[in-house]
Antibody
Framework: QVQLVQSGAEVKKPGASVKVSCKAS????????MHWVRQAPGQGLEWMGI????????SYAQKFQGRVTMTRDTSTSTVYMELSSLRSEDTAMYFC???????????????WGHGTLVTVSS | DIQMTQSPSSLSASVGDRVTITCRAS??????LNWYQQKPGKAPQLLIY???SLQSGVPSRFSGSGSGTDFTLTISSLQPEDFATYYC??????????FGRGTKVEV
């Protein structure tokens, strides 16, 4: 079955960077766009960006432009999200989630990874 | 960006109740509206897409309706496993495909 397995929790100091991975299995990795969505504690869902695993092309939410980089490794079917210049407000659960329709940017998210908690604290 | 307003922000219900959650868009989004369920400590799960289409594997007690700016998620008979937070999401204007702030369904 389709699975998205994310890397483990991270604790970072303000100003540092974090890189979260998301390993896909159970489908053709290059056929589905992948998104990243984050959720601060007790808050709602916030879209961060999208990567086309086939071409590597990306698009980021304006809020994260200049701080976020999404990449992929087709040999391991893994996508990565790196966020730099971390501040306390970046403390959140970070989810990878696949677009539901192949070769399309529908922004219909299914399935989701289990999430990676990133804590930013001095 | 299109703003999505959910109401109520929380509600109390009992097993067997009919539950209705509403979502209003700041402009017409035709039927580009999805609903997700999130249980504590878990990732969201897609319930309904395109306003009223049930995602595969989702129980038929869940239904969606609406078009334009006003949408509704209905649970016909609340089950114990349905206590969760529900989010609407518009995909008419993407990126970013904005979410509502969520509705928590609790006992």
């Amino acid at each position: 079955q389709v699975q998205l397995v994310q890397s483990g929790a991270e604790v970072k100091k303000p100003g540092a960077s974090v890189k979260v991975s998301c390993k896909a299995s159970g489908y053709t990795f290059t056929s589905y766009y992948m998104h990243w969505v984050r959720q601060a504690p007790g808050q709602g869902l916030e879209w961060m960006g999208i990567i086309n695993p086939s071409s590597g092309s990306t698009s980021y939410a304006q809020k994260f432009q200049g701080r976020v980089t999404m990449t992929r490794d087709t040999s391991t079917s893994t996508v990565y999200m790196e966020l730099s210049s971390l501040r306390s407000e970046d403390t959140a659960m970070y989810f990878c989630t696949r677009d539901a329709i192949p070769v399309a940017e529908t922004f219909r998210f299914d399935p989701w990874g289990h999430g990676t908690l990133v804590t930013v604290s001095s | 960006d299109i703003q999505m307003t959910q109401s109520p922000s929380s509600l109390s219900a009992s097993v067997g109740d009919r539950v209705t959650i509403t979502c209003r868009a700041s402009q017409s989004i035709t039927n580009y509206l999805n609903w997700y369920q999130q249980k504590p400590g878990k990732a969201p799960q897609l319930l309904i897409y395109a306003a009223f289409s049930l995602q595969s594997g989702v129980p038929s007690r869940f239904s969606g309706s609406g078009s334009g700016t006003d949408f509704t998620l209905t649970i016909s008979s609340l089950q114990p496993e349905d206590f969760a937070t529900y989010y609407c999401q518009q995909t008419y204007s993407t990126p970013p495909g904005t979410f509502g702030r969520g509705t928590k369904v609790e006992v």
